[in-house]
């Protein structure tokens, strides 16, 4: 064995060692993020950029906000908190009791977590989190997230709930 | 939302096959080394490869399917990361056999491995609720204490290396403290859940001025650091001489209580309490000074013994710091790439095998490999602190976060140990050096963290309708 083969074994060993440990993290970084896959699945859904490709991208998320039906507002219209509103952005809107709530609502009749707005593809949807009174959109009671459209007063206790333009 | 983050936490993705590839890139490694010793040595191709190599991965391989059938949700990474870590570790036995340490004994550490695969099979098939340990924490802290006492007995307590630390059963030896480490983390899990309220609420503020500088406990609930401080202090280190499982365990604890009650100032108290007792007890304990001076003035020529004055009364008496000093010079021969596996001078080292392995790790790979040996202790380390948070009961979050600190704080102690940033102690890496016990209560606690993980992952059981009154709970 020449020392030059032995120096190569050396190095190579080392470097799959290392090879080894990218490959743990790797296993450990589709754990905490999700698969590939699955993040590449995401962005999907908004596809009103096809022909424009990679530079209009990053105006996508911006291209539904303009289009007229979609609702900006979140408005409390009875209830304790009534006249109050809540920009709707990306992100869900938590409503209850709760203080990590996104709206707290001071409701004796309100849960804890008693309710969650969120959209997607671009529709509003409401769900209860398994609140003890029970969200209302209109005059039915929800068993699972139904979409809500501008106007559709959302009970919760004894405050009312709408999306607004 | 919280509860929809909580719920992706850890997603409920199984990931047997990833296991499978780095268990097999494990057991490849394993190989590699082998080969790579045989090459470096003797110029050939090792005789044995398929004897060491061959049991090793089907030992391994065995332990995965056993994992993809009985623990199908845990954790897809902690069981390649042991692999990798055993595997080195016999690698590493083999070539010390191979440099004529008859100590090394590679052919009993994977009998030894078997063994310990076995008892993690047992335990992840056995221990389906990990929780259930929590009825009886009085009884396993009792455990925990009698294990660590049983050296003491004059029949069959042995004294190794001035440690006494180790029981001589006639056919076999073991250290039962490596045992008790775990029986006191399930103790402390339990004590903590129950009485985690008081321990963390009740307290006596401390300011200056306006700022808070610490809040007191009350001294009443000061008495389970007491009783852990005195059994430490008293029990390990005075009759025992064994600082390294003293420090262990304490630290284990400290590490607990500020898990359980989110206060730094059990930490302060218990620090200054251990380090305030090490000092007091530094001038009265023999055993404990040769300790410090070894540490402190290694390099001393009288503390060293070089051969020009071996009948220096000091090192008559005391022994002598050989041993880390050449760990020393082991790994600054290492430098950044090592020597090559099989290709560095390490049989000089005193108990190469045992404490040292790291340093004959660190000659021959250099600092590229044992940084890769760390990052894999660290990696299950953070594998099992990622269960205790995603671990619903009390319990569990604490017993997952004690074992997985117990694994770090080890390593810890062992490294800082071999490269002089501590005293030396004598505690072993885990899944590295070559000791039954101490792979054995690895394995043990491996298993543990696998059942949790499991348990962890798996899916809620689905309600067949909405609102039913029954469900279908999936055990």
Known sequence: MSDLTLMLIKVAYLAVLWLFVIFAVGVIRTDLIGSPSKSKRRPRPSPSGQDGGAPRRPAAPKAPRGRRNEPRTLVVTKGPLAGNSLPLGPHPILIGRANDATLVINDDYASGRHARIYSENGRWFVEDLGSTNGTYLGQQRLTRPQPVSVGQPIRIGKTVLELRK | ?475
């Open chain 2, 1 to 475: 939302m919280s509860t929809a983050t909580n719920s992706q936490a850890l997603p409920p993705v199984k990931r047997r096959n990833a296991e499978l590839a780095m268990t097999l890139a494990a057991i490849g490694l394993t190989m590699f080394a082998l080969i790579e010793i045989g090459l470096t040595r003797n110029g050939e191709m090792p005789p044995q490869l398929f004897l060491y190599g061959g049991v090793f991965g089907g030992l391994a391989v065995l332990a995965h399917v056993f994992i993809r059938f009985f623990a199908p949700w845990s954790d897809p990474l902690l069981l390649p990361l042991a692999t990798l870590l055993n595997g080195l570790g016999i690698g590493m036995l083999w070539r010390l056999d191979q440099g004529g340490i008859d100590r090394a004994g590679p052919m009993s550490q994977l009998i030894l491995t078997a063994a310990s695969m076995a008892v993690f099979a047992a335990i992840v098939f056995f221990l389906k609720e990990p929780r259930t340990l929590q009825r009886y924490p009085y009884i396993i802290g009792l455990g925990a204490v009698v294990l660590l006492l049983l050296p003491l007995l004059p029949g069959i307590g042995m004294t190794v290396n001035g440690a006494r630390q180790w029981l001589n059963l006639g056919f076999t030896t073991i250290q039962p403290s490596e045992f008790a480490k775990i029986a006191l983390v399930i103790f402390l899990s339990g004590y903590m859940v129950s009485k985690r309220d008081v321990l963390s609420l009740a307290s006596k503020q401390i300011k200056v001025g306006r700022f808070k500088i610490l809040d007191l406990p009350r001294m009443r609930d000061m008495a389970p650091m007491a009783a852990m401080w005195g059994f430490c202090i008293i029990v390990l280190v005075i009759l025992m001489n064994d600082l390294g499982t003293s420090l262990l365990l304490f630290g284990t604890f400290l590490a607990m209580i500020y898990v359980a009650t989110h206060r730094s100032s059990w930490i302060v108290i218990g620090l200054t309490a251990f380090f305030g007792a090490c000092v007091a007890l530094y001038p009265f304990v023999s055993h404990f000074k040769v300790r410090m001076v070894t540490w402190l003035d290694a390099f001393a020529p009288d503390v060293y013994c070089v051969d020009g004055v071996p009948d220096d009364a000091w090192c008559r008496l005391n022994g002598d710091s050989q041993q880390l000093v050449r760990g020393i010079f082991a790994l600054a021969e290492g430098g950044v790439t090592g020597s090559g596996f099989g290709g560095g001078d390490v049989g000089y080292i005193i108990e190469v095998q045992n404490d040292f392995i790291f340093a004959a790790f660190a000659e021959e790979l250099g600092l590229t490999g044992i940084m890769v040996m760390l990052l894999a202790l660290v990696l299950m380390v953070e594998r099992g602190m990622r269960i205790a948070l995603a671990s619903k009961e009390l319990f569990i979050k604490m017993f997952a976060s004690g074992i997985s600190f117990l694994i770090g704080f080890q390593t810890f102690v062992v490294i800082g140990g071999v490269t002089r940033v501590i005293p030396m102690t004598g505690a072993t890496i885990p899944f590295v050096a070559k000791g039954g016990s101490a792979l054995l209560s690895s394995w043990i606690m491996l298993a543990l963290l696998m059942r949790m993980s499991n348990n962890a992952r798996k899916p809620a059981p689905q309600a067949i309708q909405d609102e039913g009154a029954t469900q279908v709970i999936q055990r």
